[in-house]
């Protein structure tokens, strides 16, 4: 008789299993994850070719407007002498923030022993490294003088001067760099395992060369084991503070400011909560599309949408209180340009974004209460598309409404986009989308150990 | 060359089950090859203890200690510039690329302090060219012991393995 029954408590509810009865083998879980890359006739692959085509495109638009950029100068955004930081700023901050929910939900997760990470986790770090990558892009175009981005780095030089070690900026840059590096060995760490399968499962020399010079001659002996679960679960600790730092410093950009709306002890922690959410909400959209694309129903289960729909539910009600603090404290801080910046945002130039960002991020998040919502796919995806899309209003609007209601009354001035604003902005959307779509052509897009362990586990309890 | 003896099985339980009797029996179990990290079997087989964390530590301390190190240098030695009489060494601001270039440098020794716990790159291994050996990335657990030299010895390992449920036994030389 187990303790709850004893003490006559209810009975602790049947443990949820994170995979279908058609992946619960340990060849079965081999099988599904390699099949795109090594039973390629299963698949059409027209989708595939589209999305490759659509993402081409766009790729090519984003390289022609950042050459445009770097051509003829900044000044064909949106940018003027009052908003000085346009969508490449925001853009960058968007896009960092989904960078860093792949290392967070990955390592936070792991430290916190949930299982069902296992086929999340791989493909939650790609699309980390892939939009870090594209955030980093960013800054430097947004530069005014992009040639010398390399100033920010200490070197001895003719000028002999240093970085500001006090700014912001470099922090961000140091950031940004450490976590890069930072991210890509942890994710090929967790995939080293992982190529040796697909090393040992390859059919032609080609693959087996290639996968086997990537899995460093892995062997899965009980040495090899100990330390790679030593070092990746160290790799975990460090990469979540890590993690939150990096966004904290992103927050700091703005809070180390004099602005109205910036300068807020709140933006560290804020920051992290919408990076968190923003990047929830992405990979809750590229599960939804590896799973209808591979057919991986069997390892991607509604059990997952329904865990990540209630994450992001608790973020969203977070961002919420976040806003809300944000307006009280504007209110009861008594301070003018604080509190007619407020009133600006509820009802100034931008307000129509400002509440379609309320609507994107606070009120229709709320869905996930209901049972029903989170476990439809669509419904999930749905929502996770809106929430991308309102995280994108926030990082725009954090930007033009400080920058548009300064404190100098004769400086308000409003942005209007350009051509060149969307082109680098959509541009950029094309360039992730492709990366990713020749990533999962490449590397199994789920941990297939981490899988293959938690079928394991579940088959013995 | 060592001679040895590997013993697959199917099944992580039996595999734990069969690895625990051995040792138990006296057999000397030289590895073991497990397509997941099996818990208990770095015990069984006596591994040494691991040094990943110290080197991370080492690593990321080291780091951390010379960029705080640069930025002092290069703010209150080489270049101290007074700005509003604001302390040249504003030690909160300069904790930020320390700490992000410390762990960096923590996971780059981690990793290097893998390669040489595990060996790697190996990319060859004699125990690569054994039939099945495939399968220990995949779906097989194998377990490696040293080969009993004589032929009485080596009769009774094989059955004890095979009633511990072994699917396949292999004698090989690696």
Not at chain 1, 180 to 195: E, K, N, T
Not at chain 1, 236 to 263: K, N
Not at chain 1, 355 to 368: M, T
Request: proline share 4%.
């Amino acid at each position: 008789m187990t303790i709850a029954a004893i003490r006559n408590e209810p009975m602790p509810p049947e443990p949820v299993r994170w995979t279908l009865p058609q992946a619960r083998t340990l060849d079965a879980v081999n099988t599904i994850v390699t099949a795109p890359l090594y039973e390629r006739g299963l698949w059409s692959w027209r989708a595939w070719w589209i999305g490759v085509a659509v993402s081409g495109a766009m790729t090519a638009a984003f390289v022609v407007g950042v050459t445009v950029v770097l051509m003829r100068g900044i000044g064909v955004w949106g940018v003027n002498t009052t908003v000085v930081w346009g969508t490449a700023i925001a853009d960058y901050v968007w896009w960092i923030g989904i960078g860093n929910a792949g290392t967070l939900i990955s390592a936070m997760l792991l430290l916190m022993r949930q299982q069902w990470r296992a086929s999340t986790n791989r493909f939650a770090e790609a699309m980390t490294l892939f939009a870090a990558a594209i955030a980093g892009i960013f800054p430097i175009i947004h530069l005014g003088r992009p040639m010398y981005f390399y100033w920010l780095t200490p070197y001895p030089n003719t000028m002999t001067v240093w970085p500001q070690w006090r700014s912001a900026l470099i922090w961000d840059f140091w950031a940004i760099l450490s976590y890069i590096l930072f991210s890509i060995i942890f994710w090929y760490v967790g995939l080293i395992p992982d190529l040796a399968t697909m090393r040992d499962r390859a059919r032609g020399k080609f693959a087996a060369t290639v996968y086997g010079a990537f899995a460093l001659g892995w062997r899965g002996s009980a040495r090899h084991w100990r330390a790679y679960e030593t070092l990746h679960l160290a790799l975990a600790c460090l990469g979540v503070p890590l993690v939150v730092s990096l966004h904290s410093v992103v927050g700091m950009d703005f809070a180390a400011s004099l602005m109205p709306g910036w300068q807020e002890t709140i933006f560290p922690p804020y920051f992290v909560v919408g990076a968190m959410y923003s990047g929830f909400a992405m990979v809750v959209c590229l599960a939804a599309l590896v799973r209808w694309g591979f057919r991986m129903e069997g390892l991607i289960t509604l059990a997952h949408f329904d865990v990540m729909a209630k994450i992001m539910l608790m973020a969203s009600i977070v961002m919420g209180l976040s806003y809300a603090t944000e307006w009280f404290n504007a209110w009861y801080g008594g301070d003018h340009a604080e509190r007619s910046l407020v009133a600006f945002e509820f009802t100034g130039t931008y307000a129509p974004l400002f509440w379609a960002l309320i609507l994107c991020n606070v009120v229709i998040p709320q869905a996930f209460w209901f049972g029903a919502v989170r476990h439809s796919v669509v419904a999930v995806f749905v929502v996770a598309v809106v929430i991308n899309i309102g995280m994108w209003f926030e990082r725009i609007l954090i930007v033009w409404n400080t920058l548009s209601h300064d404190y100098a009354v004769s400086m308000w001035r409003i942005f209007l986009p350009t051509v060149w604003d969307w082109v680098t902005t959509f541009g950029s959307l094309g360039l992730f989308a492709l990366m990713y779509l020749v990533f999962v052509r490449l590397v199994p897009v789920v941990s297939m150990h981490e899988v293959r362990k938690l079928v394991d586990e579940e088959g013995a309890s | 060359m060592t001679a040895l003896l590997l013993a697959e099985f199917a099944d992580s339980t039996r595999f734990v089950e069969a690895a625990r009797r051995a040792r138990g029996a006296h057999y000397r179990l030289v590895d073991a090859f497990t397509p997941f990290p099996v818990e208990g079997m770095h015990e069984l087989l006596d591994e040494r203890k691991s040094h990943i964390r110290v080197a991370m530590f080492i690593g990321g301390i080291a780091m951390a200690a010379a960029a705080y190190g640069l930025e002092y240098y290069s703010a209150v030695i080489d270049y101290p510039y007074n700005s509003g009489g604001r302390p040249l060494d504003a030690w909160p601001a300069f904790m930020l690329v320390p700490f992000a270039t410390g762990i960096l440098v923590a996971a780059i020794a981690g990793f290097a302090a893998l390669l040489v716990e595990c060996g790697l790159p190996r990319l060859h291994y004699a125990l690569f060219a054994v039939e099945g050996f495939e399968r220990a990335s995949q779906d097989r657990f194998i377990l490696a012991v040293e080969r009993p030299a004589e032929d009485d010895e080596l009769r009774r390992a094989l059955d004890f393995f095979r009633g511990a449920g072994a699917t396949a036994l292999r004698e090989v030389d690696a």
